[in-house]
């Protein structure tokens, strides 16, 4: 996502400085390919940028990146601005905006809703939480990767409606994994059962995206089976801080844990469907 969001800028006319990855092979090539640098320390990204998009894996490599002593983004960071667009604990939003706000810099929630494609070509749905000003003043640089732009409200809200975004799209993923598992059970036509899903209400975006997939076994990941696992627990854990029972977020919970526990997680979130039928995975 992030290499993308990079060629996406450069295309678009931006310095693109720097770029830092943890597996230094693919950062070197990308920096060859857009002509920036490839720093081996975080504090070298800092001091090479005005703005620096964040987008890690968890919670933990985000608070990493923002650490409070050591190599850290946040070495320098006076008057820099951070956008994150990892999909992470409100909490850990809010604590990486402290941080930034006591190093005299400002952070900013990205929150995306899209994939791999859609970064490239500068389609991404992008959620934004934060001060407002600072949502305004990037606003023009935010639109070049953006089909749609939304500023959600203060710092840690953009996670949470992006939490409930990806926790619709599991228990989605996990119904039609279901529903086509059992139709294949059933000895039924999938692409006639996909067709009638199609123009019933058992329609939605992730039969368009996912369906065919499922049916076929064709999982190359665009968004993997271990961040459909990490996502859900996120709004599971957000369910359980509110007090409210969520049967299917927790039901969506365990199937894609299950999935990570058989060493699948490195599939397409779409590989759930390798638990749903006869004769795979299950």
Not at 1 to 14: H, P, Q
Not at 133 to 157: C, H
Not at 199 to 216: I, Y
């Amino acid at each position: 996502m992030g290499a993308n969001m990079a060629r996406r800028l450069k295309d678009c006319g931006y310095a693109v400085t720097a770029v830092f990855d943890v597996h230094t092979a693919g950062a070197d090539a990308l920096a060859a390919e857009i002509g920036a640098k490839s720093p081996r320390t975080l504090a070298e990204v800092t001091a090479a940028a005005d703005v620096i998009f964040t987008v890690v894996t968890d919670d933990a490599a985000q608070l990493r990146v923002f650490a409070k002593t050591g190599d850290s983004l946040l070495v320098g960071a006076r008057d820099r601005t951070f956008v994150n667009c990892a999909t992470l604990t409100p909490a850990t939003h809010v604590e990486v905006a402290r941080r930034a706000q006591a190093a005299g810099a400002a952070a900013l929630e990205g929150c995306m809703a899209s994939s791999i494609p859609q970064a490239r070509n500068g389609s991404l749905y992008l959620m934004c939480g934060g001060d407002r000003a600072t949502f305004e003043r990037l606003k023009p640089l935010l639109e070049k990767l953006s089909s749609e732009l939304r500023y959600i409200g203060a710092v840690g809200q953009a996670a949470q409606v992006k939490a409930l975004v990806n926790m619709v799209m599991n228990v989605n993923t996990c119904a039609l994994a279901e529903g086509l598992g059992l139709g294949a059970a059933l000895g039924l036509d999938l692409d006639l059962l996909r067709a009638v899903f199609a123009q019933t209400g058992a329609n939605s975006q992730v039969l368009k995206t996912d369906g065919e997939d499922m049916q076929n076994r064709a999982h190359d990941c665009y968004f993997s089976g271990a961040h459909a696992a990490k996502d859900s627990t996120i709004a599971w854990t957000l369910g359980v801080q509110a007090g409210l029972h969520l049967p299917l977020a927790t039901a969506t919970k365990q199937q894609f844990d299950r999935m990570v526990a058989l060493d699948l997680g490195h599939l397409d979130k779409s590989g759930v469907a390798e638990l749903t039928f006869k004769g795979r995975h299950a």
